[in-house]
């Protein structure tokens, strides 16, 4: 196997942000950064750049690629974890009435910080309003009018959904979103 270069990669990258998919999607935790700061499925564009299967080399393997041409690399999987561990404590903690009145008498009030890495996407303004507009206050998924209003202007409170999230490659554009509620948004992401 011939070892990818920047060009082959851009190539990889190019050709999944035009939708070229040869393999079946599978779950995806670990992300190249491209050289704008874009986000790309990592073995998924090591893939298309090296014209190999998925599953005929591993992420270790990728990962190690992008280090020797200089492309960073993230992983969303360990802010997911963290995420579901604190949801899981959560629910143990409401079991557990008389324990947590005594852990919460004796706890810091002041939480203790960590600093995390974070990939932001510079959001076109104009998708986000197109698809506000185009709702005309109606949540694409449960079909309810907006259950409130921006006390700023009156105007239907709606969140701006990615059909395919921006961190798995779908693109920021009217076609792949939609105006929803806030409880169908935290459905859509978590269930």
Known sequence: MKEPNLNTFRLGMARHSKGDRPWPDRTVDWFVVSPEGQLFPL??????????????????????????????????????????????????????????????????????????????????????????????????LCNQQASFCRSSDGSPYLEVHHKMMLAAGGEDTVENAIAVCPNCHRKAHHG
Not at 49 to 58: D, E, I, L, V
Not at 71 to 89: C, I, M, N, P, R
Not at 99 to 112: D, G, M, N, V
């Open 43 to 140: 073995k998924y564009t090591y893939a298309l750049a090296t014209k190999q299967r998925p599953a005929s080399f591993t992420t270790n393997q990728a990962k190690a690629a992008m280090r020797h041409l200089g492309l960073g690399y993230v992983s969303l999987k360990a802010q997911s974890e963290s995420t579901a561990h604190f949801e899981k404590a959560v629910a143990a903690s409401l079991e557990d009435g008389q324990k947590r009145r005594e852990r919460l008498a004796k706890a810091t009030r002041i939480p203790a910080r960590s600093a995390v890495a974070q990939v932001v996407f510079q959001r076109n303004p104009d998708v986000v309003a197109e698809v506000l507009y185009l709702a005309k206050g109606i949540c694409a």
